[in-house]
């Protein structure tokens, strides 16, 4: 079985302020991990995933997560957040490469001030 | 390119009462998912279909099925709703499972309200 905790519900930062949100999974199996996001009234948008080879990932607009399966981890970060990166954040974790059978955390709440 | 198409968008039911729920998946995605989103129990895998058979099915009751049709269209449904079904159902559609390159593309979800 899988498992996913997201170690914080909310998380208010300041505008151009770093960020990490964190996530630990829970498998008996080899893991892929995702991140995906949720804006107000829409659905996921997937972020970013380590499938395999280097354990630091990168998303197009500025997200990074790293693969760390000593510490059973996959936290989220941004060096500086903008007001538009406000929205839900997911982190999953799939049995599988194909991503389909996602295993979600609680999520995080990022809201970003001016 | 068309995203992922869900309906109806909102909707409220009865206890007791059944509904179907309908995602229409990207042109050319044989794969659709099905999930639950609720404040309670966040989001939960619920089935995936792919080429018309499900392929994975998560721990939901019986009460909670699915179809997909030679189109890729999926539905699901519900009957005998309960007070506890109200939620967000969200649909997924991807090219082909089994791919480190598949992306799963998400619609803006069904939202079933039951009273």
């Known amino acids: 079985a899988q498992s996913v905790t997201q170690l914080d519900s909310q998380v208010p930062v300041f505008e151009e302020a770093p960020v990490e949100l964190r996530c630990n999974y829970s498998?008996?199996?080899?893991?892929?991990l995702f991140w995906y996001v949720q804006y107000p009234n829409q659905g996921l948008q997937l972020l970013l995933k380590?499938?395999?080879?280097?354990?630091l990932v990168e998303s197009i607009n500025g997200f990074e997560a790293e693969f760390n399966k000593s510490q059973t981890s996959f936290h989220l970060r941004k060096p500086s957040v903008h007001i538009s990166d406000t929205a839900e954040y997911f982190c999953?974790?799939?049995?599988?490469?194909?991503?389909?059978?996602?295993?979600f955390g609680e999520g995080t709440q990022l809201t970003v001030n001016p | 390119k068309a995203g992922v198409t869900q309906t109806p968008r909102y909707l409220i039911k009865t206890r007791g009462q059944q509904v179907t729920l309908s995602c229409s998946p990207i042109?050319?995605?044989?794969?659709v998912s099905w999930y639950q989103q609720t404040p309670g129990q966040g989001l939960q895998f619920l089935f995936e279909y792919f080429s018309e058979t499900q392929r994975n099915k998560g721990n939901f009751p019986g009460r909670f099925s699915g179809r997909q049709f030679s189109n890729s269209r999926s539905e699901m449904n519900v009957s005998t709703l309960e007070l506890g079904d109200s939620a967000l159902y969200l649909c997924a559609s991807s090219l082909a499972a089994d791919s480190g390159a598949n992306v799963l593309t998400f619609g803006a979800g069904s939202r079933l309200t039951v009273l």
């Open positions: 380590y499938l395999s080879g280097s354990t």
């Open positions: 498998s008996s199996v080899s893991v892929y």
């Open positions: 999953a974790v799939s049995p599988d490469s194909s991503g389909s059978r996602l295993t």
């Open positions: 042109s050319g995605h044989r794969s």
